[in-house]
């Protein structure tokens, strides 16, 4: 390994759920100022709009027919910090919860690259957000619980928080499975739930339904084949009727 | 109650963690064109600055002698958006999350008042970004769990969700006796601990322990009467040897 002093110093960024304008001011401000921004595939072009100067590189494993592994995306970066300043790199929805910053963290630490995270939205939040309903509801819901199952087999599944509220992140081909083992971790078959496409982006889509239902693949003809999609589940979804009319009106005035 | 036609739409939008360059690029925007912005009493001043044309109202229990009902700060919001076209409702994190939204959305709601919720950076997201070190680390760390035990009593505490990593919002006065409930749940001594007191402003501090400490009050002296303090406890945080030099070396360049 070389020991080239590093030039620059590289700006781990969290672009936040899709849209544009939820990225932060601070990751905006740095987009600003890059040499180079190493991004998601699924990042908003329009947040590209904000770096002109600096040179763009798709990584990820959405960006086409071959996907960049993990271990060519921390080459780049250590490279690119020993030949520039400001090198971003902008990750999709938060960079430390499912993000898997603390690869890049590691080859950044060893190669000697100072580094940076910046926060950014994750997705249930603006899923919340964007239904109007709180992940939380002070005295009955208390917790939220977020995982992942993207390479769920039983074993995993059985691996399941506990909490009150439940975000399941890339949770499209394991929806009826993960609601099944709910079902039999005692949770009631009419437990709402809610699933939530390409959340803050113009596709995306919400769909309503229990637990029962899920489990018996409720919601596998209306999920998209390449669309994020989360799955929200608790009783804090409960109140979806009381303030159906309002949202609805509200995008009316939209 | 009255039914005059409301004039404006309230936004409720996340203020983010604590600096003020960690709100969305939306909420920001927002700010500018706001005519009357409530905000909490924890929110940075610099923030204020985006919106030198708004009414501004301090609200919230952090405000000073005395604190705003949460019935009276619903009352307000209500009473802005029939005299003004953009109010704004900014709060600490993100609304949906321990942030009491489902109670201001139901009061506007039931008013016939417009309202959109603009997300935001939750804390234990940016303590993560500033430890450096990820709340989920693929293949053992796949589960994050948030709580808060503002109120807690055995009983509460005995609704501590279970997850791979647990971030304890408003943590501070409970702190030992969530890591003995931890310790009886079966969760080892040695398992990491990091306490976060003011996430992401000047006076953001970190304390490392593990639970067993924490459990025999091996926090109590070292936090501050007045920040707000978060706990995040989990495996994942095993790993900051690996890389506290590096951090060191970043603040020293910094």
Redesign the interface.
């Known amino acids: 390994m070389t020991h080239q002093h590093p030039l620059g110093k590289v700006y781990l960024i969290?672009a936040?759920?899709g849209?544009?304008?939820?990225?932060?001011?601070?990751g905006?401000?740095l987009l600003e100022t890059a040499d180079v921004v190493f991004h998601d595939a699924l990042v908003d072009p329009a947040m590209l709009n904000w770096c002109p100067q600096a040179t763009l590189v798709a990584v990820g494993k959405r960006c086409g027919k071959h996907s960049s592994s993990q271990a060519f995306i921390n080459k780049r970066l250590v490279h690119a910090a020993r030949h520039h300043a400001v090198v971003v790199r902008l990750k999709g929805g938060?960079?430390?919860?499912?993000?898997?910053?603390?690869?890049e963290?590691?080859a950044?630490?060893e190669a000697?690259v100072?580094?940076?995270?910046?926060?950014?939205?994750?997705s249930a939040?603006?899923a919340?957000?964007?239904l109007?309903?709180?992940?939380?509801?002070?005295g009955h819901s208390?917790?939220?619980?977020?995982?992942?199952?993207a390479q769920a087999d039983e074993a995993?599944a059985a691996?399941?928080?506990?909490?009150?509220t439940l975000a399941v992140y890339m949770g499209r081909r394991h929806a009826a499975h993960i609601a099944r083992q709910l079902l039999d971790q005692g949770k009631p078959a009419d437990l709402p739930v809610c699933v939530i496409e390409a959340v803050s982006t113009p596709r995306e889509r919400h769909l309503h339904l229990n637990l029962g239902a899920l489990a018996q693949h409720g919601a596998q003809d209306w999920l998209s084949d390449d669309a994020p999609a989360l799955l929200l589940i608790g009783a804090?979804f409960g109140?979806r009727h009381?303030?159906a009319q309002?949202l609805a009106?509200?995008r009316l005035?939209a």
Chains 1, 2 share one sequence.
């Open positions: 969290g936040g759920p849209a544009a304008d939820l990225i932060t001011v601070r905006q401000r938060d960079p430390m919860m499912f993000g898997r910053a603390d690869e963290i590691g950044l630490a000697g100072p580094f940076e995270v910046v926060p950014g939205v994750t939040l603006a919340s957000a964007s109007g309903q709180s992940l939380t509801l002070r208390r917790s939220v619980a977020f995982c992942t199952l995993d691996k399941l928080p506990q909490a009150d804090a109140q009381q303030y309002v009106d509200r005035r």
